[in-house]
């Protein structure tokens, strides 16, 4: 919650700026021609796309004029959760949506991708030669006999070939799925063999880090072990001529070919996400082009205020959720921003410098590296020209208070911040960014818009100002389809509504404030829980990681058989730095002083490495389950994992203390 010290927001925007808001405009729009309320800023706005929520649909529909083939029925057919219908009866391309701004004469020389790498070349596609390359290659795809629901693969950097590439399947109708070229062998496999690919779409390698990583002899694992693959199409990132079999990316999309959209249901599937699949295999999360659409307009029309004039930057891979919501910023004729590297290659303020190069004016980035840059002690407002830059919006884990702060002071004074918190499993955000209200350090501003976000207590009552479970009582567009093979709906039920029948539960720890702010406390799945007493791990991470000898932590809390409760903390030390009895008196007085005595850990341990996810959120859950004496290989699965080594640590203490 906020300190009285915090009251005062840290950024409000100016009277010019909420005027010219895409909210705002849309706001008078709807209470002109769908009844909204005129009058009550963004709060009544919220309340009414909640109440009125098919109204609300239909008006962003309208709004952003998406292009319906076949009408739709209704706005809602099925209001239930799981498996709510949305506009029953209309067909719609994604694809035709992303390539609208290429028929303006105006706009068809703009770019509309800038790939940017380590070398900070800067090579801009134009709206029209995307538009020609994504024609060219969906003829292709459909002369490889893809037809609408065939799964299409892309193990691909954050290049232009990427966004082409998924284009192409989405205007032939087919299911667009991808991963990261540093996932190895095993960690693709676990998602791809899921679903079945007939097309993959390869790199022979990589730069990162200032090295080149050659990943031909993962790409031949992949064709052996991918038995329904009908074509492979190489890309020869670096330079390497395509191995036998492999057809030729440059061939085809060498072809002038107007691009032809399949019309499709609303509902039919458009990519397949994939959980991080810490404790098993990733879930195959399905979610259809109607809703992708809509939610996605909805997201970065309204909420991130984007627009032709704007360059969207998000730093992110092919492996994460946010390259597909940054993707969608064509949606609205927005410029991106590509970068394929290392976030900190040749040093920390790598980031900034794209930022900077290409003029974004939305940069988007992980708490982590925020946090990072603060620790460096860098100046990137003082050093760079960042003037371009409106909003750096923030997501992965929470943005520590301290974050906010090094941002408003260190990048510029008047600088719309934005954390957001949403999912893979929607591809959007519960809350977030709002350009028309102010923003509170550790806070994210507010629900979104068509967004039933509550926190709820365990018997499921509403609570202000209280920490309870992240829910969403009504469906949201982008919600799962279904998840792949999962016939009876029975994983999709138990992974988000065994808790509350009917009520989405994401597995997060939220406060909602009295000013309708949000504050994010971590997931409830690794809930610390004293003397029942519920406690979020971000706010301990916040605290502990401000000490400069912590380079990151982990707190644990278990559980023991005889009724006792063991939460340690784990840290990794700064170069330099020495765990004594000074550094642990240190750590946990500032845990005390900062959060409570009840935050306090038990035991301050060292440990060699903090274990993440692959997309680099740490892991609470299997870190738990070894702690409890779980073997590994059923404690976690290998491949979702960044260092392996590292658990081997935790497991070796769980035998010690068993």
């Known amino acids: 919650m906020t300190s009285a010290a915090d009251e005062a927001p840290l950024w409000q925007p100016g009277p010019e700026r909420v005027a010219a808001a895409a909210v705002t405009r849309f706001q008078n729009w709807a209470a002109e021609h769908h009844g909204a309320p005129a009058e009550g800023g963004y709060a009544s706005l919220h309340r009414w796309s ?33 498996g709510a219908t949305w506009f029953p009866g209309a067909t719609l391309n994604y694809a035709e949506h992303a390539l609208r701004a290429a028929e303006d004469p105006l706009r068809a020389d703009a770019p509309a991708l800038l790939h940017v790498d380590e070398s900070h070349t800067q090579v801009p596609t134009s709206w029209s030669e995307l538009r020609r390359q994504v024609g060219s290659l969906a003829a292709e795809l459909r002369a490889l006999g893809v037809t609408p629901g065939d799964r299409v693969s892309g193990y691909l950097p954050n290049i232009p070939q990427a966004v082409v590439a998924f284009l192409a399947t989405a205007a032939v109708g087919g299911i667009w799925t991808s991963c990261a070229p540093d996932f190895g ?179 988007g980035t992980s708490a982590a590296y925020v946090m990072a840059c603060r620790k460096a002690g860098i100046h990137p407002g003082r050093d760079l020209d960042l003037s371009r830059v409106q909003c750096v919006a923030t997501t992965g884990s929470p943005l520590p208070p301290d974050g906010f702060r090094w941002l408003h002071d260190e990048v510029a004074d008047d600088l719309w911040i934005a954390s957001v918190s949403g999912g893979t499993d929607v591809c959007s955000c519960f809350a977030g960014a709002v350009p028309t209200l102010p923003v509170h350090i550790g806070e994210l501003q507010a629900a979104c818009l068509g967004t039933g976000l509550q926190s709820w207590d365990p018997a499921g009552r509403p609570l202000t100002g209280e920490v309870g479970e992240l829910v969403v009582t009504e469906p949201m567009p982008s919600m799962p389809v279904r998840f792949w093979n999962d016939p009876d709906g029975s994983r999709y039920h138990d992974s988000y509504f065994d808790v509350y029948p009917g ?70 030390l700064a170069e330099g730095a020495t765990l004594d009895d000074a550094l642990r008196d240190s750590i946990k007085r500032t845990i005390r002083e900062n959060l409570s005595p009840r935050h306090v850990p038990d035991e301050v341990i060292e440990v060699p490495g903090i274990p993440h996810t692959l997309t680099g959120k740490r892991i609470e859950v299997p870190v738990k389950r070894l702690l409890q004496g779980t073997a590994l290989e059923k404690a976690v699965n290998p491949g979702s994992i960044d260092n392996l080594e590292l658990l081997h640590f935790y497991e070796k203490l769980a035998r010690e203390r068993h």
């Open 503 to 572: 009520v989405w539960r994401h597995g997060d720890w939220i406060t909602l404030t009295d000013r309708g702010s949000v504050v994010i406390h971590g997931r409830s799945d690794s809930t610390l829980n004293r003397q029942g007493v519920r406690m979020g791990s971000a706010d301990i991470y916040e605290a502990v990681e401000r000490l400069p000898e912590v380079r990151e932590s982990l707190v644990i809390g278990l559980e023991e058989p005889d009724g006792g409760y063991w939460m340690p903390l784990f840290v990794h």
């Open 185 to 363: 062998a095993r960690s693709v496999l676990d998602r791809f063999q899921q679903v079945e690919p007939v097309v993959l779409f390869t790199v022979d390698g990589y730069r990162y880090g200032g090295k080149e990583h050659p990943r031909a002899d993962t790409v031949a694992e992949l064709r052996r072990e991918l038995p329904t693959l009908r074509a492979v199409v190489h890309i020869p990132l670096l330079g390497t001529d395509a191995p036998d079999g492999a057809l030729d990316w440059a061939a085809l999309t060498a072809a002038d070919t107007e691009p032809v959209f399949e019309q499709v249901p609303f509902d039919h599937p458009l990519w397949v996400l994939y959980s991080s699949g810490t404790t098993g295999l990733p879930k195959a999360i399905v979610q259809s082009q109607g809703g992708i659409l809509l939610e996605h307009l909805k997201q970065i029309g309204l909420h991130c205020d984007l627009g032709p004039e704007d360059r969207f930057f998000w730093y992110t891979s092919t492996g994460w959720m946010m390259w597909n919501f940054l993707v969608s910023g064509l949606l609205t004729g927005t410029t991106l921003v590509l970068y394929d590297g290392s976030p900190g290659h040749p040093d920390v303020s790598a980031q900034w410098r794209v930022a900077e190069q290409t003029g974004a004016t939305l940069f």
């Open 50 to 82: 909640v109440d009125k929520l098919d109204t609300f649909w239909k008006a962003v529909a309208e709004w952003f004029d998406v292009r319906f083939s076949t009408p739709y029925e209704q706005v809602i057919g099925d209001r239930s959760m799981p």
